[in-house]
Every structure is written in structure tokens, then in C-alpha cells.
């Protein structure tokens, strides 16, 4: 296996990476490249921040291995390797009357990057994360091969769900569908006039997929508005799927100056009726709207974006309020915004989730930006909550550490499968996961 050296970013494109990268077809390739040099697996590159990215050192490039294995049309049981992509997985058998049981917000995330993220979608308050279908997967660790699930090597499997690649690369993996009524889905539409009318169809909605946009310039009595989706499959003609469209460059910075991101998010809003609306979609316009629009992370500009990302629990709704008051008063925020309701937990000692809400934010990577990203996370450690890893730049290391509670039990795993630190990466050192408390 030859080695290539590249530059690479993730998605926000504020960090990048200079490294070797392998880019195997085959289980005998990847096997032979573990056995003589041990290295972080990466996918599309679809985390923000640097959690895919190892600089000056090695990295195994898995979007070349992104075969379907097989498939039990009983159990609804599929097995994929691990550079599958989701959005494949849903087109393919949505017409058979199944969906991947959660999907993210881009089509374009790898099987083996939903697990080592322990991603959740629309539905998270429904059915959990991506990790709790995983029925089993293979993983090759730099000791060798080992098959994985809740119930053979639970430890080991709590520790690679959620746990950022650092257990091993994710060969393969079977993945528990659920039944879908077709290839279209009915989206409702409605908008909710401030944060508490917000906070209130969110806790009352009892739709099978919710996901909230927020008008984070909103202020005053308007903090907080926006539009809530909820969604259900179903079946019929399936509308003509747009074309996609391509940013070719990187957008010149007054497209998201603030008067242009007032206008727009005002007008996006009233889009909807006042008495809402309810509309057919093709499957991949709900679930991976973003899609449509290729490079879209060009709009922020050639020096990239930030995400900020957390989740606090029920009781804590009001830091969810201060926190976009502050937000609407920086005037720093992008159009894009979500707010969603989420279940309790997920499937590994590192998965994000926790009962409560959450709530993302893209912001211009600009020195006030990277201010107010750090006042929010200060926010989120003080209300019990947690940020998303797949979605961090910026986080401190010791704030961090005090919202995973179970960090230590996912230290002791990764400690018997990598004792050498071989698949460190990036995201791993800045905020010193498997250092010592």
C-alpha cells in the first residue's frame, strides 16, 4: 500500500492537516497497512473541526471501502463496510420500505464515521443514536481484528461507539433498519413566534422526525423564532429531485454580513404561513438539505466557519435563552441555526446526547466569533450540558472533560487496544482525551 502525502481540512475549514494518507480498496490492503503502520481512519472529512485529522502523521483514508455485504430481508439487518455512505443506504432501500434507523444531517457521512460520532438525526428523541442499531461490527485494532457488539465485548463496543476512532479503524459494520412507508416524506411546517412558543411544540410534538430553525438575529419579543418541522414518511410520486447545485469559490465576506443575515433569516421565516403548511419532499430534501448544495462551507469565505454545538438538559431551558441573546446581540451568527428536542443518552461512554435540547450555530471564523463560542461553552459546563465533539474547533480541555462523566471508563479500553497512541489524532491531543485527569 503506497502512501500519499496531502493537505486536508475539515468541513468548518478553519484547521487542516498535512499527513500521509493510505487509501486501501480492500480488507487484505487495510489489514497489511495496520500491521506496518497503525493509523487513524478518516471518511468524507464531514466533522467540523479537527476530529479527523492528524497532522504530520498518518491517517487511512476508508471511503474507497464502501461496500454493501449483505442483507437479511427479515430482520432488516444490513451489512456495509465502513465507507458506506448513509445517503447511499437510504436511497437504495427506502423503496424496500427501509431507512438507516437514524441519519444525520448530510447524506455524505460514512457508516463508520456515524459510529465513531454516535451521530444523531431528527429523531433522536424517538429512537436514539446511530450506535444503539449497531447489532454488531469488526474492528481492527493495531493488535488485530476483533468482532464487536452490545453483547460480545460490551466494553470494548461502548468505548468505540462515540469514541472518535481511537479503539481502531471500523472495517465493517450491521446495521438495524426500520421500517419506513416509502420514499417520500410529509414535512409540516410551522412557526413559532418566540423561544417559549418554540420550547412548547417542541415538547408537545409527537411527530416521528422534528427539527426546529431558529432566527438567531431575532430579538426582543421575537427571541427565539422560527420554524419547526415535523415529518413522517410516506409513499407516492416522489417529487423531481432538485439538481444540485456547486459554490465554486470561496464567497467574499459581506454575503454574510449582518444586514444580509437579518434580511435573509427574516425572510426565510415568513416564507412559512402564518397558519403553517404541509408539503411532499423526496426523502433526502428533509433529511439532507444541505446536500443540494455542494462545497456550501465556501460560503463562509476562504478562512472558514465554526460550529458551536451543545446540549443541556430540560431543566435548564432558560441558559438556551440567555444563550441566544447573546447571539442575536453579537450579530455574528450565519442563517444557519437548529434547535432540537433530544431522548435520553446514546450508546457509547463518549456519546454526545443527554435528555434535554440542543442547539447549533455556524459563526464566520472572526476573532469575536471565537470569543463568544468560548463564553457559550463556559455556559453550557455550567448547566450540566455537553458539546459535540464532531462539531468542536475550539472547546477547552478541562471544561470537557467534566461532561463526560464516563471518560475514565473509555480511557481504560483505549489504553489495552492503543497503548502506543497510534491513533491519536488532532481533536484527541487539543483537549487531552486520553491523558490522565
Request: proline content about 5%.
Amino acid at each position: 500500500m503506497r502512501w500519499k502525502t496531502d493537505s486536508y481540512t475539515g468541513w468548518g475549514r478553519v484547521l487542516s492537516a498535512t499527513g500521509d494518507i493510505a487509501r486501501p480498496e480492500r480488507v487484505s490492503a487495510l489489514t497489511s497497512v495496520m500491521n506496518d503502520t497503525p493509523a487513524p481512519a478518516i471518511g468524507m472529512l464531514r466533522s467540523y473541526g479537527d476530529a479527523a485529522l492528524n497532522d504530520n502523521g498518518h491517517v487511512i483514508d476508508m471511503t474507497r471501502m464502501d461496500r454493501i455485504l449483505g442483507f437479511d430481508k427479515a430482520t432488516g439487518v444490513v451489512e456495509v463496510e465502513g465507507g458506506c455512505q448513509i445517503g447511499t443506504l437510504a436511497k437504495i432501500f427506502a423503496q424496500q420500505g427501509l431507512l438507516p434507523a437514524v441519519m444525520p444531517g448530510t447524506g455524505f457521512a460514512t457508516v463508520a464515521g456515524c459510529i465513531a460520532n454516535d451521530v444523531h438525526g431528527k429523531n433522536h428523541h424517538q429512537v436514539g443514536t446511530f450506535g444503539q442499531h449497531v447489532e454488531s461490527l469488526t474492528l481492527l485494532t493495531p493488535s488485530g481484528r476483533k468482532q464487536i457488539g452490545p453483547s460480545r465485548s460490551k466494553r470494548l463496543f461502548e468505548a468505540t461507539v462515540g469514541g472518535l476512532g481511537q479503539t481502531g479503524v471500523i472495517v465493517s459494520a450491521k446495521l438495524r433498519m426500520i421500517p419506513c412507508k416509502g420514499d417520500v416524506i410529509m414535512v409540516t411546517e410551522r412557526r413559532a413566534d418566540g423561544f417559549d412558543d418554540f420550547i412548547d411544540l417542541l415538547d408537545h410534538s409527537q411527530a416521528t422526525y422534528t427539527v426546529g430553525w431558529i432566527d438567531a438575529t431575532a430579538k426582543g419579543d421575537a427571541l427565539g423564532r422560527g420554524v419547526l418541522e415535523e415529518a413522517e414518511t410516506g409513499s407516492g410520486l416522489v417529487p423531481a429531485p432538485k439538481r444540485a447545485k456547486t459554490v465554486p469559490f470561496n464567497a467574499p465576506g459581506w454575503v454574510l454580513a449582518k444586514p444580509i443575515v437579518k434580511a435573509f433569516n427574516a425572510a426565510y421565516y415568513r416564507r412559512v404561513p402564518s397558519a403553517g403548511r404541509t408539503s411532499v419532499k423526496p426523502i433526502n430534501d428533509f433529511f439532507f438539505p444541505l446536500d443540494a448544495i455542494h462545497d456550501w462551507n465556501k460560503l463562509y469565505g476562504k478562512r472558514g466557519f465554526y460550529q458551536f454545538q451543545c446540549v443541556v438538559p430540560t431543566d435548564q431551558v432558560d441558559v438556551l435563552r440567555e444563550m441566544l441573546g447573546l447571539i442575536a446581540d453579537s450579530g455574528l451568527a450565519s442563517p444557519l441555526a437548529v434547535l432540537k428536542r433530544m431522548g435520553p443518552g446514546g450508546a457509547g461512554h463518549l456519546s454526545f446526547p443527554i435528555e434535554g435540547y440542543t442547539l447549533a450555530v455556524d459563526f464566520r471564523n472572526r476573532p469575536p466569533a471565537r470569543i463568544l463560542i468560548g463564553r457559550l461553552e463556559e455556559m453550557t459546563a455550567e448547566a450540566g450540558g455537553r458539546i459535540y465533539f464532531a462539531k468542536d474547533s475550539l472547546a477547552s480541555a478541562t471544561r470537557v472533560k467534566a461532561m463526560y462523566p464516563q471518560l475514565t471508563d473509555w480511557q481504560d479500553e483505549v489504553a489495552k487496544v492503543d497503548p502506543d497512541g497510534h491513533l491519536k489524532t488532532d481533536l484527541v491531543r487539543r483537549l487531552k482525551l486520553r491523558d490522565a485527569s
